[in-house]
């Protein structure tokens, strides 16, 4: 197993923005070749000098998504079945009794995880608001293991990575980034001190709601350090192997990812200033608003304030349902980081009851914008309370 094989010669990608590396990276370049790397739907190799088995040695279709991300977030990827596979995956390698930090904003999954981890090994888990930096840093101090999620879903607060990863190298804490709502356009955790970055796939990376997909990025700098070996075993014997077919739709859709985010990002800015000024809109929470707590933060660490955003209605969470139920272009849906708009009541999920009862998250796609607010105002006026 693991035996290196023939690969078409990767392009020299330094010095290229983003925006083309996300376009060229983990493309063959080979005269007479396809431009796309093929799909290859395989489990089983010829024996000899190369692959024996895909879950193990992984195949072509997937490695190309896995240079790409890799690409992109400096570091190198390792893609999975989905983002719970590749979170359950980091999160399996810490033992009984190991010391962690999470965000108490933070993927109900993820959560989850976590609680059956202190249940059934005796975790010891911290949970901090995101943006309460202080905390993070002494908190930093006796952790094992440290889980950030910026900007945070759904109430968008900014953490920020760079502070608490100092904290934490100093301390011998390893620190894991979900950047899923960030995306690898607008936020590098590695550059900024994080050991892992970690994507469901599932979302803006797919962006059209039809895979199911995960990525961890790993840094590789620690000399002698085996985190990517380590999560590959992880992988490698917990099966979670990503599929061909959504290997390949996930590189298909980061092709347009900076297109996509760009028209996202756009109607986000355009729909969070008008819904901040909207009599019946009681608060939005979305870091491109500069009266947002973390706006210079997110300035400083984030390409763009990202294409998603919360607001807070006037009335209750029925009034709030009834309003949405009116709603008839945006999809009331669970998922985010689609082309098509979907909106959420989301203190309606379990575990969510933290949240406040009216809040809707809005996931913006790239619809045109007045049709997009035609459908928001006409929902939110259509009930008169
Ligand atoms: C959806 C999501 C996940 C889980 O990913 P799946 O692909 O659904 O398994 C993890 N983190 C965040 C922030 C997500 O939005």
């Known amino acids: 197993m693991n035996v ?28 007479g070749q ?29 490695r190309a998504l896995e240079d790409a991300v890799g690409a992109l977030e400096g570091g190198k990827a390792l893609a999975f079945s989905s983002g719970m596979a590749a979170i359950s995956a980091l999160f399996d390698s810490l033992g009984p009794g190991a010391k962690i930090v999470l965000p108490d904003d933070c993927y109900q999954g993820t959560a989850t995880v976590v609680a059956d981890g202190a249940a059934r090994l005796g975790w010891r888990v911290i949970r901090l608001p995101t943006a309460e930096t202080e905390r993070w840093v002494q908190a930093a101090a006796g952790a094992d293991f ?23 190298e100093a301390a011998g804490a390893l620190v894991a980034v979900d950047n899923t709502v960030a995306t690898p356009l607008l936020q590098r955790p590695l550059d900024l001190g994080a050991t892992f970055s970690v ?10 709601s039809d895979l199911l997909a995960g990525i961890v990025v790993c840094a590789d700098r620690q000399p002698g350090w085996d985190g990517f070996e380590s999560l590959t075993r992880r992988r490698t014997y917990g099966g979670a192997t990503p599929g061909t077919l959504e290997s390949y739709l996930a590189l298909r859709g980061l092709r ?18 008008r819904l901040d000024q909207h ?8 870091p491109g608003l500069l009266s947002h707590p973390g706006h210079d933060l997110a300035r400083a660490t984030l390409d763009g304030p990202g294409a998603l955003l919360s607001f807070e209605l006037v009335g209750s969470a029925v009034s709030t349902d009834v309003r949405l139920s009116k709603l008839q272009l945006i999809h009331r849906a669970t998922s985010l980081g689609a082309v098509e708009t979907c909106i959420e009541r989301r203190a309606k999920l379990s575990g969510q009851d933290h949240l406040p009862p ?12 007045e049709d997009l607010w035609s459908d928001l105002v006409q929902a939110i006026d259509g009930l008169v309370d």
């Open 279 to 286: 009599r019946l809109v009681t608060k939005v929470r979305y």
């Open 146 to 168: 440290i889980w950030m999620e910026t900007p945070s879903n759904p109430l968008l607060e900014i953490g920020d990575i760079a502070t608490v990863c100092a904290a934490a």
């Open 4 to 31: 290196p094989r023939r690969r078409a010669p990767a392009l020299d990608l330094t010095g290229l923005h983003p925006d083309t590396v996300a376009v060229a990276a983990g493309r063959p370049h080979l005269a």
């Open 199 to 208: 994507h469901s796939a599932t979302k803006f990376i797919g962006g059209h």
């Open 358 to 369: 009216t809040l809707c998250r809005l996931s913006v796609g790239i619809e045109h914008v």
């Open 34 to 62: 396809p431009v796309n790397t093929p799909m290859v739907p395989v489990s089983n190799y010829d024996s000899g000098n190369g692959p024996e088995y895909a879950r193990g040695d992984g195949t072509d279709t997937w």
């Open 256 to 273: 347009t990812l900076s297109l996509r985010l760009e028209r996202a990002q756009a109607n986000a800015v355009e729909l969070a200033e």
